[in-house]
């Protein structure tokens, strides 16, 4: 009978070939990652991007894409955006947001007006079991929703427009490209 012992390292000492099979372990795995989330993949989870045209259903719910749900499952802000659309963000970049906004100055007016807009606005929400998120009475009044909604990625938020004033918005910025490059040239973009 073999002494177990003997052709058995004992606890606490490392086997002769353990440090070089951890190092092909951890060297291999991100090669792995890649082939199986390839590039497009691992953008998608860390970015919104593309244009979406979805509906409203009769509670105010609304779709959100398949790519951008895995970014939202741990729960996403909803608020008021600009140019009478709405914003949705990730609890991470709402986090990121709600600090730059609460470090604004209190003693001027415009700052006052755009932390309210925003914050007093805003309510959280989470992904329903069929990817819909639900959009309060005050927000879709505020956008001015429809039946037909687009849904916008814009890198680190997404964007809810009635259709019919996003075909108007995009119209308008679409006939001043030229200009609105040209101011963004100066900016060094």
């Given at each position: 009978?073999?002494?177990?012992?003997?052709?058995?390292?004992?606890?606490?000492?490392?086997?002769?070939?353990?440090?070089?099979?951890?190092?092909?372990?951890?060297?291999?795995?991100?090669?792995?990652?890649?082939?199986?989330?390839?590039?497009?993949?691992?953008?998608?989870?860390?970015?919104?991007?593309?244009?979406f045209t979805h509906n409203l259903d009769s509670?105010?719910?609304?779709?959100?894409?398949?790519?951008?749900?895995?970014?939202?499952?741990?729960?996403?802000?909803?608020?008021?955006?600009?140019?009478?659309?709405?914003?949705?963000?990730?609890?991470?970049?709402?986090?990121?947001?709600?600090?730059?906004?609460?470090?604004?100055?209190?003693?001027?007016?415009?700052?006052?007006?755009?932390?309210?807009?925003?914050?007093?606005?805003?309510m959280d929400s989470q992904l329903d079991k069929?990817?819909?998120?639900?959009?309060?009475?005050y927000l879709r009044e505020y956008a001015g929703?429809?039946?037909?909604?687009?849904?916008?990625?814009?890198?680190?938020?997404?964007?809810?427009?009635?259709?019919?004033?996003?075909?108007?918005?995009?119209?308008?910025?679409?006939?001043?490209?030229?200009?609105?490059?040209?101011?963004?040239?100066?900016?060094?973009?």
């Amino acid at each position: 009978m073999d002494n177990y012992g003997d052709k058995y390292p004992k606890w606490g000492k490392t086997p002769k070939y353990a440090l070089t099979y951890c190092f092909l372990f951890l060297t291999a795995l991100p090669v792995f990652l890649m082939g199986k989330y390839r590039q497009s993949n691992l953008q998608s989870i860390f970015m919104f991007i593309g244009e979406f045209t979805h509906n409203l259903d009769s509670k105010g719910r609304v779709a959100v894409p398949v790519k951008f749900r895995n970014k939202l499952s741990a729960g996403a802000i909803i608020t008021r955006g600009l140019d009478r659309c709405l914003f949705i963000f990730s609890n991470s970049e709402w986090e990121t947001l709600a600090q730059k906004l609460i470090s604004l100055p209190l003693a001027q007016a415009n700052s006052r007006a755009f932390v309210r807009l925003m914050l007093a606005g805003a309510m959280d929400s989470q992904l329903d079991k069929q990817g819909r998120i639900l959009i309060p009475d005050y927000l879709r009044e505020y956008a001015g929703l429809k039946k037909q909604v687009i849904v916008a990625g814009l890198y680190n938020r997404i964007e809810i427009w009635d259709s019919e004033n996003w075909k108007q918005y995009k119209a308008k910025t679409e006939s001043a490209s030229d200009e609105i490059a040209e101011k963004l040239s100066e900016l060094g973009i």
